[in-house]
């Protein structure tokens, strides 16, 4: 417990937060937050999940606990980093939150106990949606340990159900595609898509790669009758600076812009940037 409420008080500290002086409710301040993340504001966003995570341990805080969770494995806080994830299991042990960090939790703890990750890893399957990205990730994160395992076999299996989640996912996330805005276009009914000319890969932070962080960020990009991506909201946040890595690169990547009756056009696209600890 000692740890815990050291590392705790560690991450709060850093983030400033303000305890009982604000008036708003977690939920209120965990909507707050996820509005900041989407338009990639961390600053704002650490400050309100900083907030909501001060408050008494309820389930309702989950995500904020989450979220502080892997923002201190990117800064390679990583005592922190578990403090919070054995708090969001404890909490909420149920929750769509427990899944994404057990499966983190097994990732921390893979070198030192790889037969206690491994069951982490299972738990945290159990616990998440076939269909999510946080299924995708913690199946490719299990693969990697039974590989270095020597089980080769395990680890093509894995990822064979990761590739088959991925396109489900896919599948998902277009049917739960949202309204655009005037004089953008979704592929279909005559709208070509885009298609990627060059690229470049994204860097990883130091603090992430030392932390551990792997897995994927997906933006949500207007690519221009130019061939450029702009209008970026991050659709799922990774880790607050991988996920700026992300930004940082497909603003540098070139498209062949899609079309509606033959001429460019402004076309919204959903793209997954990789993050991969080899």
Known sequence: MKKYFAATAVVLTAFAVV???DASSPADLIKSAEAAVRRADYTAADRFY???ASGADRAEIAPALLYLGVRAMGSGNK???????????????KGQQAGPALSWLASMRAKLDPAGAEELFKQALASENPTSLEYVD??????????????????????ARAREAQTSHSADRRAAAKPLDAGVFRVGGGVTAPSLISKREPEYTE?????????????????????????????????????????????????????????????????????RLM
């Open 138 to 159: 913690t199946l490719r994160k299990y693969s990697l340990l039974v590989k270095k395992l020597g089980r080769e076999a395990d680890a093509q299996e894995l990822e």
């Open 207 to 275: 603090g992430a790669r030392s932390g551990g962080v792997q897995g994927t960020t997906v933006l949500g990009v207007d690519i221009g009758p130019d061939g450029t991506a702009g209008n970026f909201e991050v659709v799922r946040s990774l880790e607050p600076s991988l996920d700026l890595k992300a930004i940082e690169a497909v603003q540098q990547w070139k498209f062949k812009p899609g079309t509606k009756d033959g001429q460019p056009v402004t076309v919204r696209a959903t793209i997954e940037v990789n993050f």
């Open 50 to 52: 900083a907030q909501a």
């Open 19 to 21: 305890h009982a002086q």
């Open 79 to 93: 005592l922190a980093a578990e403090g919070f994830f054995e708090r969001v299991v404890k909490i909420d042990p």
